[in-house]
Structures are given as structure tokens and as C-alpha cells.
């Protein structure tokens, strides 16, 4: 069953020179006649893509290929110029661990706001919120305001948070550095237990012996544009063959 599916998905950003405009800087070239509109980066290229119930699908390419833009647009974190997205199932998005929380609140109100933006009810976040901040290894913080975290402490509980509650789709972006050693390792033995289940799997890395170990299939983006997917090992292998010619 199909439970992702993007057709000709196209993302256009503003460029350094645009966000570096401001209004005097217009004006004045426009009275000098020699305002010039600000380009936009086209950061993906009429993608298509079809992602089936369970599949474990590698992402792959160099940096500012477009992998974590593809994600955010999955999750809907950013909508697309163009083209359509569909996603069926509830998402849990690995991308900027935290990213979603208020700094303000506690600990424990932000572990239930997360999960009603992730679709769960407020109910069921409360009845899972032991575990979390057990997993997260914060339950001297429960009452404490998110802003007094530190990095690593709110990466840990953004984690702890979206790997509980057992999403039917997983999206990983290079989140598994998150803390110590000793807390890696428990990460990965949690992810390890999505990958044995009927979870589907989008894990973007830079590890292609992870990809060819662990995922079925793999994309490779170039500047946007999806250069290749397909079975994994062949995948990873046309990317290798790319990289060593240049």
C-alpha cells in the first residue's frame, strides 16, 4: 500500500542576495534604474516519488543536494511550489530534534504539545510522558522550562518524544549523534526496533554502508534533482562512481 507518494514536487528558495535585500537597498537601486530581482534557487526539481507501507528507503548525496528539504516536505514542515504531496499515516519527523517545542513551558506541557502537533491526543501523551522523560533521562527536569536545557538535553528529549509513540512512518535526518556514547547507543537500539517492524523507513546519511546494510532501496539527489533510485547496493554504487570520477 502506498503511504507516500510525490509528483513533480518543486522548491524554489531565496537566495543570500534576496534575504540580504532590505527596503532602502531596493529603493535606491529602483531610482538609480538598476534594481535587479533577486534570484531563487530551484532546491528541488520536479521530484517524483513513491514510498510503499514498511519500505526502509535510504536518502544519499553531498551536501546541499536537497535530502533534508525532501523530508520537510514529506513532513510538511515546508510546502512545496509546486506539485502535489500525499501522505497517509502519522509522521514522526527525526529532522531538527526539538524544533518543535516552546521554550517557555515545561518539560512535561512540551512533551504533550509535540504530540498533538504529531496527531496524538493529549491522553495519550500524558500516559506516555514516564517513559519519555525516562528515555530522555530528564526526570529531574519534568517541571522545568524547555529554555533551560541544554542543547543536547532537548535533542535528547525531541528523540525520546518521537521514537514513544510508534509512528507508521519514521523520518531520520543524521539524528543519531545525539548525546553520548552510552545515549547512541540507546538510540540505536530503539531505531533498531522500527527497522524490524512494519514501520516505514526515510533515513537520509552519510553512512553508505549503513544505507547498503540496512535499507532496500535508496534515492540519490543531485542539486535537487533525483539522479538515481532503485535497489540500494546499485544506488550507492552509481553515487560512488560519480564521486571518485570527479
Known sequence: MEVIRLDQVSLLRRTQEEFSYDLKKTL?????????KPTKKNVLDSIDLMVDKGEKIGVIGANGSGKSTMLKVICGI???????????????????????FDPEIS???????????LGFSRAEMKERTSSILEFAELQDYALVPVKA????????????IATDIQPDILILDEVLS???E???????????????????????????HFIKESCKMAI???????????????????????????
Open 28 to 36: 535606491l537601486s529602483v531610482l538609480e534604474g538598476k534594481y535587479r
Open 78 to 100: 515546508l510546502q512545496p511550489t509546486s506539485g502535489t504531496v500525499r501522505v497517509r499515516g502519522k509522521i514522526a519527523p527525526l529532522i531538527e530534534l526539538g524544533a518543535g
Open 107 to 117: 518539560v512535561m506541557d512540551n512533551i504533550s504539545l509535540y504530540g498533538v502537533l
Open 149 to 160: 536545557l541544554s542543547s543536547g538535553m532537548v535533542a535528547r528529549l525531541g528523540f525520546a
Open 178 to 180: 545525539v548525546g553520548d
Open 182 to 208: 552510552s545515549f547512541k547507543n540507546k538510540c540505536k537500539k530503539r531505531i533498531d526496533r522500527f527497522w524490524d517492524n512494519n514501520t516505514t523507513i526515510l533515513v537520509v546519511s552519510h553512512d553508505l
Open 220 to 246: 540519490w539527489l543531485d542539486k535537487g534533482v533525483i539522479q538515481s533510485q532503485g535497489q540500494a547496493q546499485e544506488v550507492v554504487k552509481s553515487y560512488l562512481e560519480k564521486v571518485n570520477s570527479q
